[in-house]
């Protein structure tokens, strides 16, 4: 298992032969508890094993209630050779521990019982005073594994996580009498002396897409605010608008930070398919660029390629706050940054076999204003022949083996996504209006 491990990723304690022997023979308790990140309909639970005798910590993990993460937590207590584990009896126990190393009966669990009170108890306390901590899946595992760390295993550590789908693994590894880490699997590890920042996270959006699922993007009059309020609603990426509007550089810049706060992508429409401004865009921390009146394959590679650091592009080299403790960053930005463009010229439509053959492009974004507008529609996006090019260049889109974007609101989502559309822009500008709308219609029925 260590093979697969970087030397920076495993810490190893020197112990006598003696003492090993003993720590082969030890006798554990297992049990899970129950957390959220945001809402309770997204559980998160924490899998935790301590030896019978010390109650010391051996191993936690953290995932949802299935075979597969009590699986890992398996895999960290192999190392110890314990000869018995005491549990409540819950089906993944019953299933994978051996019935001959198993004892069920809370008679034997009293000790991890009264560690998930007590950690329950600092949990309510922590609600009460903040609300950030449970906000996404990296914070709540950062703070709650702080807190296993510090008050039970008596070292201010906490470990690394890079992804919400991924069950987060700390392999603690105390030996009774002791609390020296047997061994850790992480990426990067926080100490009372100083903190580093996780590497680069792996953009939400790219994610669902590359896995055939749906992502959805929020737009809108944004600002930072609004972006983190939105953010406990669970869109995958949030829309900043620099080619209308008047968003200044550091406003972008904020506005991408209150994405990465919820895990976000930051999706950010430049005014011009300008190398240059591509560029900046994403030095001041956006994850995602989309790039307006792409028409012609050579627009779309000029688009892909301002975006991608050599060999796939020409992205100027500087990097920005999204590098800041990240190792092979250049490498790792190719990878996650999203590029978006938008047909949305008739011209486009006509040029749209060439343009998707260009590659680094995530999103060919059929846009329906401007391209009414270039119909001779202006200002009429639902015409009917307007919507038949639409789908007509959607069509085109997925039979390419391409992603299509498209504008989904309430009445419109549903039809989209049966065409084939798995990149959405919605506002909630239009949500705001209907309930202002009902709010005064009732206050105006009531007072006449």
């Known amino acids: 298992m260590l093979k697969h491990l970087h030397p920076e990723h495993v810490e190893v304690e020197i112990c006598r032969a003696e003492e090993l022997a003993h720590r082969r023979g030890?006798?554990?308790?297992?049990?899970?508890?129950?957390?959220?990140?945001?809402?309770?309909a997204e559980p998160r639970w924490l899998w935790h094993a301590i030896d019978h005798h010390s109650g010391t910590v051996l191993a936690y993990v953290f995932g949802r209630r299935k075979d597969a993460v009590f699986l890992q937590l398996q895999a960290l207590l192999e190392p110890f050779g314990i000869r018995r584990f005491?549990?409540?009896?819950?089906?993944?126990?019953?299933?994978?521990?051996?019935?001959?190393?198993?004892?069920?009966?809370?008679?034997?669990?009293?000790?991890?019982?009264?560690?998930?009170?007590?950690?329950?108890?600092?949990?309510?306390?922590?609600?009460?005073?903040?609300?950030?901590?449970?906000?996404t899946t990296t914070m709540h595992d950062l703070v709650i594994g702080l807190f296993m760390n510090r008050y039970e295993c008596g070292r201010l550590l906490c470990y690394g996580i890079h992804s919400s789908e991924t069950p987060s693994r700390f392999g603690v590894g105390n030996a009774p009498g002791g609390s020296t880490p047997l061994r850790t699997y992480t990426s990067r590890f926080y100490t009372s002396r100083g903190s580093h920042m996780p590497g680069t996270k792996e953009n939400k959006v790219k994610k669902k897409l590359?896995?055939?699922q749906v992502a959805t993007v929020l737009g809108g009059l944004n600002n930072p605010e609004i972006i983190d309020y939105m953010g406990q609603f669970g869109f995958d990426g949030a829309w900043i608008e620099t080619e209308h509007g008047t968003i200044t550089w550091d406003q972008v810049a904020h506005m991408s930070r209150a994405c990465d706060l919820w895990d976000m992508t930051s999706v950010c429409r430049v005014n011009n398919n300008e190398p240059w401004l591509i560029t900046r865009t994403l030095d001041v921390g956006a994850t995602g660029i989309v790039v307006p009146h792409v028409s012609t394959q050579a627009e779309a590679e000029q688009a892909a390629q301002s975006a991608k650091?050599?060999?796939?592009?020409?992205?100027?080299?500087?990097?920005?706050?999204?590098?800041?403790?990240?190792?092979?960053?250049?490498?790792?930005?190719?990878?996650?940054?999203?590029?978006?463009?938008?047909?949305?010229?008739?011209?486009?439509?006509g040029n749209l076999q060439d343009i998707l053959t260009v590659e680094q492009i995530d999103v060919f974004f059929v846009a329906p204003s401007d391209l009414a507008q270039t119909m001779g529609?202006?200002?009429?996006?639902?015409?009917?022949?307007?919507?038949?090019?639409v789908d007509r260049c959607i069509a085109q889109i997925v039979a390419a083996g391409k992603v299509p974007g498209h504008i989904g609101n309430a009445e419109t989502v549903e039809s989209y996504l049966e065409k084939g559309v798995r990149f959405f822009l919605t506002s909630w500008q239009p949500w705001l209006a209907r309930g202002a709308n009902d709010y005064l219609s009732k206050v105006a029925a009531k007072v006449g």
Not at 26 to 40: A, Q, R
Not at 310 to 331: E, F
């Open 26 to 40: 030890l006798t554990s308790e297992l049990d899970e508890m129950w957390s959220y990140v945001g809402k309770k």
């Open 86 to 135: 005491y549990t409540d009896g819950w089906g993944a126990y019953e299933r994978y521990i051996d019935p001959e190393q198993h004892q069920v009966g809370k008679e034997n669990t009293q000790k991890i019982e009264s560690k998930h009170i007590n950690l329950r108890t600092r949990i309510k306390r922590l609600v009460r005073r903040t609300i950030c901590f449970s906000k």
């Open 210 to 212: 590359r896995e055939g």
């Open 309 to 349: 650091y050599g060999p796939m592009g020409y992205r100027g080299m500087a990097s920005g706050r999204q590098s800041y403790g990240v190792t092979d960053y250049y490498r790792k930005a190719n990878e996650e940054t999203l590029v978006v463009v938008l047909i949305e010229e008739i011209k486009a439509v």
């Open 377 to 389: 529609y202006t200002g009429q996006p639902t015409h009917p022949e307007v919507l038949t090019v």
